[in-house]
């Protein structure tokens, strides 16, 4: 089967009528077809004339019950396909299955055995007439949809009212079934004589009823043939194959209801609208799973808007406090009866620091979320720590609070993003110092840099604050998470981000007596 398939609009992805079958689903479609096409083959050779099976007058209740609620779902979902699509090919086909589907109700009923002996309605020969105006009439809408399809898919046609449409459908198909099932039913005398019992055929079926019926179904198989490009082009290919073998089945080798080829081509013609119907549902299946995803994904893409926003505030909050306390000093300075320039110029060289540094934060928060551009040099980390101890000097005497610094003077050169790690430095000695600034007694935060037993480069910040409780060590470092009544819950979360992309580890411990210690390490040595 070499078809080129016509390029498919994104929007029109899970659209049946518009999506190109894959090799697996037209693999499938070949093996049912050889599996019919062998089964066919044997039992009108005679291979099972010897098998005689019983009459199970509970079996056409249950496979037309069956077949009516395949054939009504599919004509459901078509005709919703019809109210995106606009499609007239997509109305026509549906109201195709919506025909075979009611027209099944007075041929079960008409049904010899199935709720009489005779049939509840009409007469001998109304089932046989019933049988042929459903195969043949369906063929016909298949005919009809093939033939209304257009190349191109993205135009629609339909401009009126969809509902419109529909109900138009709607009620000229259960006219024309209407129709039908007068014909056969009241006027069963005028039929031809194709049953010659409840059971057997006479020899005028194969010409009245079987070949009529297995022409038109083979040439709705080839006009599909010609102009199929989709999924359920596919598939009612298979339908036609299945109603054009129902005829020689039917009748060959024995001219009998409920013999082998009988039950063969209902099992055939059930599986045919099962996997169509299966194929139907798998689709919405899979859009749903589209539309959840779609949804996960924004809701991603909100949650990461909210945490870049998050960390911006964050972070940015601290020099721009620093700004405005400097700033505050210098007019205190200039404000004087003897203003104190010297004292002014440094407040407002603090500032141009603080300036600079808000914008390189800005600039490390960027890379933060990409892999690329990040700016990593060989720096001194105890002279990082040096300086970012006296960025945050002003708030530690403010909140009286003794600084003890250890740092290892052998401590060698590491590879890092300077701007970015002193973040993690002034986001830990901040939380320590908010921690500290509300308990009485001694406060002390201690500072140190060293090699570990390991040989990792280890920098520790201790605080003698309110610590942190048992349940909240690990969740402190989820984003959003925060213990703090005004806090963000980004400060620690953005820190270990920053030490595991500098290929080390973040966590914390408790103080004694009291207090928490926060440890990062494993920085890349300059030298490795």
């Not at 019983?54 to 249950?62: L, N, Q, R, T």
């Not at 006479?202 to 022409?215: K, N, Q």
């Not at 110092?433 to 201690?446: K, T």
């Not at 030490?499 to 009291?514: K, Q, V, Y």
């Amino acid at each position: 089967m070499r078809k080129a398939v016509t390029a498919i609009p994104e929007e029109d992805f899970f659209v049946l009528s518009r999506l190109a079958p894959s090799l697996a689903q037209k693999r499938l479609a070949l093996v049912v077809v050889l599996c019919i096409l062998l089964v066919s083959a044997l039992i009108t050779a005679g291979l099972f004339s010897n098998i005689r099976l019983g009459e199970v007058d509970a079996f056409v209740p249950a496979y037309a019950s069956a077949m009516i609620v395949n054939d009504s779902i599919t004509a459901v979902l078509l005709y919703a396909q019809f109210s995106i699509l606009r499609s007239p090919a997509i109305l026509v086909i549906a109201s195709g299955y919506l025909f075979t589907a009611l027209i099944l109700i007075p041929w079960t009923l008409a049904f010899p055995g199935a709720f009489a002996p005779r049939g509840l309605i009409g007469g001998l020969q109304s089932t046989s007439g019933l049988y042929f105006f459903w195969h043949a009439g369906f063929a016909l809408f298949v005919i009809g949809y093939a033939l209304s399809k257009v190349p191109d898919p993205s135009k629609r046609f339909w401009r009126g009212t969809v509902r419109a449409a529909i109900a138009l459908s709607v009620a000229l198909t259960v006219a024309a079934v209407s129709a039908v099932a007068f014909l056969c039913i009241a006027g069963e005398a005028l039929l031809p004589r194709v049953a010659s019992d409840t059971l057997r055929f006479t020899s005028l079926w194969p010409y009245v009823v079987g070949a009529p019926v297995a022409l038109v179904s083979l040439a709705a198989l080839i006009v599909l043939w010609v102009r199929w490009r989709s999924v359920l082009d596919l598939w009612l290919m298979v339908v036609m194959w299945t109603f054009a073998v129902d005829p020689p089945l039917s009748y060959y080798p024995v001219p009998s209801r409920f013999s082998v080829g009988w039950y063969a081509v209902r099992n055939f013609g059930h599986l045919s609208t099962s996997v169509l119907l299966y194929e139907i549902t798998a689709l919405y299946a899979q859009l749903v799973g589209a539309v959840r995803a779609q949804r996960r994904e924004r809701e991603a893409r909100l949650m990461t808007g909210d945490a870049v926003a998050a960390t911006i505030a964050h972070e940015v909050k601290q020099p721009l406090s620093a700004m405005i306390t400097s700033a505050d000093a210098g007019f205190r300075f200039i404000d004087r009866s003897m203003p104190d320039l010297g004292e002014a110029k440094e407040a407002f060289k603090q500032i141009i620091a603080d300036g600079h540094r808000a914008g390189a934060v800005i600039g490390g928060i960027r890379t933060m979320f990409k892999s690329e551009g990040r700016n990593r040099a060989s720096l001194d980390l105890n002279n990082l720590i040096e300086e970012t101890l006296a960025l945050v000097r002003e708030d530690l005497q403010k909140h009286r609070i003794l600084v003890e610094a250890q740092l290892d003077q052998h401590l060698p050169q590491i590879t890092g993003d300077r701007i970015q790690l002193q973040q993690v430095l002034v986001n830990l000695i901040t939380n320590a110092i908010e921690s500290m600034s509300g308990v009485g007694g001694p406060r002390v935060l201690s500072v140190k840099s060293g090699m570990n037993d390991d040989g990792e480069v280890r920098v520790s910040v201790a605080d003698t604050g309110t610590g942190i409780v048992s349940r909240d060590t690990d969740r402190i470092f989820n984003p959003l998470f925060t213990t703090k009544s005004d806090g963000m819950g980004m400060g620690l979360s953005i820190c270990r981000s920053i030490i595991e992309a500098h290929d080390g580890r973040l966590w914390a411990a408790p103080n004694a007596p009291r207090g928490s210690i926060f440890y990062f390490t494993s920085i890349r040595s300059a030298s490795a």
